[in-house]
């Protein structure tokens, strides 16, 4: 048995990515500084966005969007079952309604033909699909064209959720998030491919929507005298500020920022060597019938946040449980990615979700592993991991 223990996911940290975190922890700037429109500049021109804003993680980012993009009761919004909780829970943040519509069999995103289903369905029952929170799921791009023709001929809302997806491209395409969506969601936790402990961002190309968001993410308050609401008043002075909007406490530190700048540079061979550990695992695992590997469509570059193993239990001898028990023994963890948002106890409650509803997210679960992706494994290590792999699948 190896001494180490393999993770599903790792940060990797280096000696400089320290020393620009220690450099900002000397200066006179610990929150509200110079690094974070300088983290913000950066994420734009790596991702050919007009407009970034940095916050405290990505769930936070999450809840502006639809904050922002003007989300109420009155309104529908669509995601996949597949997902972390946060995607669907911010519908709900914002006061809509949340539902799903179940997974492309092959891609594990969301599902274009069944979508449009759904929003006939809704609109049938005179209910108003506002916007749909697309997930690159494992770090595999959506149909974006579908996504926007959906979009354009039903006028809806698209958000994509692409906290899997950094460094990932869609038809050659590294900027393709802000192209085809009107606000993209970023995680930088560190099983992400870079990170700043915690954090997130918006990506947009939309001025407005990335001024509300900067506004809510401090309060709601607004300092550009320019703007003030209150204009010549007594009240007012070089200390003065407003709050106009309900907002929150959703700030980064300068520190963070330091940790992401440094972090986002190394951002393309990080990629690089997830897909060359996924290629090594689709080789040594692909002609195994006790396993599907995740496939890549062709018009896409996967960028592996995840290596989803889909293992045929149903065909084996030990259970799921039983497994993940004998891999953590043998010192590997593995995780599941996702539970289906719909089957959690909260969504069968509160909006009548059940089992049955989204059968290929289901059945997904019940298959999915995932197992160790970083850019720290080497040969040896992935070499044990696919042997522990095959051995104790019996």
């Not at 991702?47 to 809840?63: C, E, P």
Request: glycine share 6%; hydrophobic share 35%; proline share 3%.
């Amino acid at each position: 048995m190896s001494d180490k223990f393999y993770s599903y996911g790792k940060q990797s940290i280096e000696d400089d990515d320290i020393q620009a975190v220690v450099k900002v922890l000397k200066s006179d700037w610990l929150t509200q500084g110079p690094k974070i429109e300088a983290f913000e500049k950066t994420l734009c021109d790596k991702f050919s966005a007009k407009y970034a804003s940095v916050v405290s993680n990505g769930t936070a980012s999450l809840h502006l969007i639809g904050l922002s993009l003007g989300w109420s009761k009155n309104d529908v919004v669509i995601t996949s079952p597949i997902t972390f909780l946060a995607s669907a829970n911010c519908v709900i943040y914002a006061s809509a309604t949340p539902d799903f519509v179940d997974i492309d069999a092959k891609t594990y995103t969301i599902d274009v033909n069944k979508l449009e289903d759904k929003i006939k369905f809704f609109q049938k029952k005179k209910k108003n699909v506002k916007a749909v929170v697309a997930v690159d799921y494992a770090g595999h791009p959506c149909d974006w064209d579908g996504l926007k023709y959906i979009s354009e001929k039903y006028d809806l809302q698209l958000v994509n959720d692409a906290c899997h997806a950094m460094g990932a491209e869609y038809k050659g395409d590294f900027g393709y998030a802000v192209k085809y969506a009107d606000a993209v969601n970023l995680s930088f936790h560190p099983v992400k491919h870079i990170t700043t402990g915690e954090g997130g961002a918006v990506l947009t190309n939309n001025a407005q929507l990335d001024e509300k968001i900067k506004i809510l993410r401090t309060h709601g308050i607004v300092k550009d005298s320019s703007k003030f609401i209150i204009q010549d008043s007594e009240l007012t002075g070089p200390w003065y500020y407003e709050m106009q909007l309900l907002g929150y406490n959703y700030r980064i530190t300068d520190f963070q920022c330091a940790l992401g700048i440094s972090q986002l540079k190394k951002l393309d061979q990080f990629v690089a060597r997830r897909n060359e550990i996924a290629d090594f695992y689709n080789i040594k695992i692909s002609n195994d019938d006790r396993f599907i590997i995740p496939s890549v469509h062709k018009n896409v570059k996967h960028s592996y946040h995840l290596y989803p193993l889909q293992i045929k239990f149903e065909n084996l001898k030990i259970s799921k449980r039983e497994y993940f028990e004998k891999m953590r023994e043998n010192n590997i963890g593995l995780q599941v990615h996702y539970i289906p948002v719909h089957l959690q106890p909260y969504y069968k409650k509160n909006f009548g979700f059940k089992e049955g509803d989204f059968p290929f997210a289901e059945s997904f679960y019940k298959r999915e592993v995932s197992i160790p992706i970083y850019p720290a494994l080497q040969k040896e290590d992935l070499e044990y991991i696919v042997n522990k792999i095959k051995e104790l699948s019996v």
